[in-house]
């Protein structure tokens, strides 16, 4: 996710607005101002004041607006008699009297925020603010409270119903490119000419969701690759020389990358909903499409080897020991498929979810562990990350339901009988 | 407000889906498919069972969809134990306690209303079947409880920052301008060719609110004469007779119909922020306006007067009520305007504010009683509700902000002096 | 046609805009400005003059439309001197000097019309002053040879390649809507509500021809009613009662109406274009369709017959005769197909073409005269024309090519066994 | 100008269609369905042969098209007999013997090209072949006689009234803003960043012409610069690192560039009125806009005097004789206001315009030569076409009419009085 482009690129538009001399007000003033938002009863009224308290964040330093947001996660309470009422009222099971206490025990922040949102253009504003503070203070505990605020209503804004999903093609809008080449997050893009062949070749294809509020904002993207094969290597994929495949004759569909575009975002989940949506238009177009399946990164693969044999990990056996010395000496290794599987499959997080976190993604959304691939990624990024390994997952529309259902209640990892013995060797 | 207009329509579109004799669940199974939906984790199937549960809503009765929903609202509660150590925690003041609680007291209700809306398509339906449900529970306890959950979602995803305003004209789509005729609330449009000079005409303006989500159904729209004057009475506006006006010599708009169009989203308010873009969008247009100003019902005053002179209502000096009996005898008075500028100054709710619905709305936009009218209006249905008198409420930008705010705290009705005399006249 | 529409309107659309004072030059003063416009160098200030001179003829009566046109027919000539010249150095068979004197000898009127055309929607313009031209001066000689330029000139602009053809729905303006309920000249739209169900129920089609010059002002459009079986008569298609069938099952697409909209298009043909390309178009949506026919009026039948009595043709038989007179005396009869069959198959213009206008255009087409029903159209206007008798048309893409070749080589009528065996009964 | 990048654009995407071993016909063979073409009467057949023949001709190579298009010019006659009987009907001044012998001249090189572009898409593929073979043939006259057919149904085709005006920005299509970088022809865009600041920076703007047959292919743009004063050098204007002016306080709109699209397009016209119609948008948009100059290369000016100093030209004094050899020599000089003075007020071609064609276009236009620059281009181009000099056109709307009159009828260049005294020095 590139570094809050989102608001950075809004500051740098407004940058020009209050120039002339005016000042910002400081911290204590934007902390009234918001105060009389929540108390304005004019709606006209509230709407102009809301557009200031927006502008003079904007116009704040970084360490500023955390100050601010800070304050507000603290400052912004309850009408503590009308909760303390709500409370002595409630009889467990009387839904209602749950009800009264919901309504009374929510904190201002939420309803600031809300009222912030009336702003013609402010969701994508309130986006690149979340962003901002969730880099600069990823461990405060205040900042984790007011952002259970956002994440409650960005989840609500931002839900499936909204979302409008566009394929980019050569003729969208230079402005919507550009920002893809800056978001793209697994397989830089290097410039026009290689955006060029990802959109626009017949056998490629590029889609993105929207949401109607940030109509030029991208908010995740998935590219495909329409293929013969399933494909073991990513190079191929990239080539700007490769063969053009009819896409009328491809059997394969390989999503190759997808990228979360608002780092104001996190939490809030699209790729789920989008790979299904991209699955139901592809099958539309093309009928003779057999096999969807991704090839994915291992982010976690080679972290977790280096831990494993620092730690000593059971997991390993004495061969995989060996096996880690040479790939840690740079010899290149035939076990490293072997101790990939072994990584996707058995290491787990405390609450039983495959460690790595792609793994983790597809599983949960249904699919199967289907190939290991090594030598798939020679770039510096995938060899650092994981030797170079690649997988495919398989999203088998007849088994996904029962797949996801394995996991999240079991955890069970889905893998092929191809995985699965390479996982069990020792 | 048209009958449910919007949840007929989509009953309609959707009869031939379910036809072929499958057979729609009992209440209880819909009941059951709801629990499954909260306790759903993959968010595939979420959305399946989703679309489901709207299906069979909308294939059930009134009756039965009214009975599902007042169970969902009785029944569909919290966790006790969770709630209860939340409240345990509590500490006044201490703004992150009662956020605990605020999440653990949040109703089931609402966040399957959240899941449901996660379908493409849903937010309309949801309206629509909250349109329906005011419609048959006016008064149902349980009802207001499950209302109370969608008027906060609804006030939340029909965010002003969401709506987008579009001018509706002759090059909009018959499917949209059918549903203008269908919805004006206030002075029926008869047709097509009735509809052609109240969009078409160079002198006529109607504007509408739409939500991203609905983007064929019109919110709340407004219609606008550009005159030379402020109008006196409504039938030379609709006139088809009328001498078309150029518009850019025009110097007054008067906003003449504002239509609510959504039952379902009864209590969120949008025509406040319509008028305002209106002005705002008539200025740009053309700078040489100078008066913004409503032809407006009286819709509460016949009504009043009747009680008043029943009760014996101090407010009624005994010319008043003198003029009150000629009235009801059926000849016309000379009182009129006087009694008109009674009821609309004096006649209050026990909150203060005034007792005519449509006073009350644009006094609390911070407009100004400007003028009455008898003989403004000579339609059975202006005859029936008010003998004919209609007002002006003039928008003076330069005076809102102070008109609501003594409105609002002081429930002072700022009028004219021309009106207030008349009020004032025992 | 509808009487000159697109003129009268463009008179009203630009009524107001001359009216204060400005008087319209006489005859003789547009004329000299036709010749200024001739002998500007100056495009801008030549775009200047035409548009004068567009708005002139406009204002003017159609009589002094006429007159003018006439005088430009008849005086706008050719430098002689230089077309001797070219026509002194023809060599027979010597390309370049035919296309000397082709350029030497273009009418000035030919280069008027073209520079007119240049102002920004002259176009529309210039198709309205010749519908009216047409209506006017129905044989006028002058006129015809002026009418040669305008022809050829619209022939050139109105090329195939140019066209845009548009699914027309209930998402289309009530613009264009409208217009369409103008120009149906085959069978009446009677409002709104019909015209609903002729294109917006999903069993119905219509598609129209534009032009980009001219986007508001359909060309030509065509009906089409998707139905399980070739029909056999107009009320059920045109009933409002009917049941709808699902589009995905049905067998066969009847086009039952095709309008040319402009009279000032006359002899610039696009039906034929328009039916191929609904073909195709309805092919790709539901390629289950088998069977694509018309359902078309027999408009020339009933005054052939008339005059036949009347001058004994010996292409009636005696029955024929016998049958003819209980007709005229108003008594339904069984031969009315016969008799049909032998008008539409023998009766003939002086080159060999057929005699009924709708036949000569779909034989033309390469259709096979399929089937003819009586009893097909009871309304006032088909009793009047062919005593309800109407034909279905076949356009069998497979045979098309041959069919078209034989009737346009020896003017053979293709026509089904059924019919060929009708029309030759005696 | 590119090097036909429209037809190597249509063949690259064609190329892939034939490939499967399909034998393209013979030269012959394509002249053959040529003729079966203008002689096919079923409009459908014809539009698949012409379809046939556009592909062939896009699959042979630039010497066989060449070898086509030569055959077709020479060889496409007239009906010899009836032109005979045409001209023997023929009397001077009756117009309509004059028409009829147009008509029977018309060589059937012309109707075939009409009839080729009854395709969809067509043109382009038809502008793109004009392109091509100017390209190839530029002197051969066979090549010039059919060239007068394509030139004259293209100047039809083109009218003004067809064409759509745009502006470009950030929001357009890469596809078009690709076609920008690569057909600006004065100042080189060198990539995609540059083209930013041209469309998206606020005080920049690009228009251009499209025609709706060709809808992603600009025919001719020009840029614009809005700034404070009459710039006098070209590269503070194309700096990245420039002050970005707010355009509402600008004062001058200064054309920039102005390149067409279109090689086979030379000979239809198109700049004045793009320019003409930018400076109304802009005057509409930015009502403080004062002044409209352009800043132009002087294109023939070194060649010129390279010339006139051999020719030992009379226009030249001494003075700048000694100026000229300074100039050759590579030292700056003081003088070069002067020479270029005089070489754009004197220079003439032998109808007596203006011998530099940039000069030409512009007071053709009804532009005042208002100012020249020395040390305005130091780009390659620049020194190596005028030693750096540039030059400001002047649009005075009140003017242009009279200019262009001046210009037209006596060719008298219209100058500022400070161009007219450096041009008079001796």
């Not at 009800?99 to 309803?111: C, G, K, L």
């Not at 997988?391 to 529309?397: R, T």
Request: aromatic share 8%.
């Amino acid at each position: 996710m590139p570094e809050t482009n989102l608001l950075s690129d809004i500051l740098r538009r407004v940058a020009g607005r209050g120039r002339t001399g005016s000042l910002v007000p400081d911290n204590a003033e934007v902390l009234r101002m918001c105060r009389a938002l929540l108390a304005e009863r004019s709606e006209a009224a509230g709407l102009g004041l809301a557009r200031q308290i927006l502008d003079c964040l904007e116009r704040k330093t970084q360490e500023d607006r955390n100050e601010i947001f800070l304050s507000i996660a603290l400052n912004f309470g309850v009408d503590d008699i009308a909760l303390r009422a709500a409370i002595d009222q409630w009889e467990p099971s009387k839904v209602h009297t749950a009800r009264t206490i919901h309504f009374a025990a929510e904190p201002q922040s939420q309803e600031l925020i809300r009222r912030l949102n009336k702003v013609p253009g402010a969701t994508a504003r309130l986006v690149a603010m979340r962003g901002a503070l969730l880099d600069a203070l990823p461990n405060s505990a205040a900042m984790k409270e007011l952002d259970q605020d956002f994440r409650h209503l960005f989840r609500s804004w931002f839900t499936r119903g909204f979302l409008e999903m566009r394929r980019i093609t050569w003729m969208t809008s230079a402005e919507i490119l550009e920002k893809i080449i800056d978001y793209e997050a697994v397989h830089e893009i290097t410039g026009w000419a290689d955006l060029h062949q990802r959109v626009a070749d017949p056998d490629r294809r590029l889609f993105a969701f929207f949401h109607p509020a940030m109509p030029s904002e991208p908010l995740i993207f998935v590219q495909v690759a329409l293929t013969d094969a399933v494909p073991s290597a990513i190079p191929p994929i990239l080539s700007r020389d490769r063969e053009v495949l009819d896409p009328a004759s491809a059997k394969v569909a390989t999503f190759y990358s997808i990228s979360n575009c608002q780092k104001g975002l996190r939490g809030i989940s699209f790729g789920n909903f989008l790979i299904k949506q991209v699955v139901t238009e592809l099958q539309r177009e093309f009928p003779q499409l057999r096999t969807f399946v991704t090839l994915s990164p291992v982010p976690g693969f080679r972290s977790w080897a280096q831990r494993a044999l620092e730690d000593d990990d059971p997991l390993l056996s004495s061969d995989d020991r060996a096996c880690l010395k040479q790939l840690h000496a740079g010899s290149p290794s035939a076990c490293l498929a072997k101790l990939a599987a072994r990584y996707l499959t058995q290491a787990k997080r405390t609450n039983g979810a495959a460690l790595d976190p792609v793994a983790n993604f597809h599983l949960g959304n249904g699919a199967l562990l289907y190939k290991i691939h090594p030598d798939a990624d020679p770039s510096q990024r995938g060899i650092g990350a994981s030797w170079g390994v690649m997988v495919n997952y398989l999203y088998d529309s007849e088994k996904i339901a029962a797949n996801h259902q394995a996991y999240a209640s079991r955890q069970s990892v889905i893998a092929s009988p191809a995985v699965r013995s390479l996982a069990e060797a020792r």
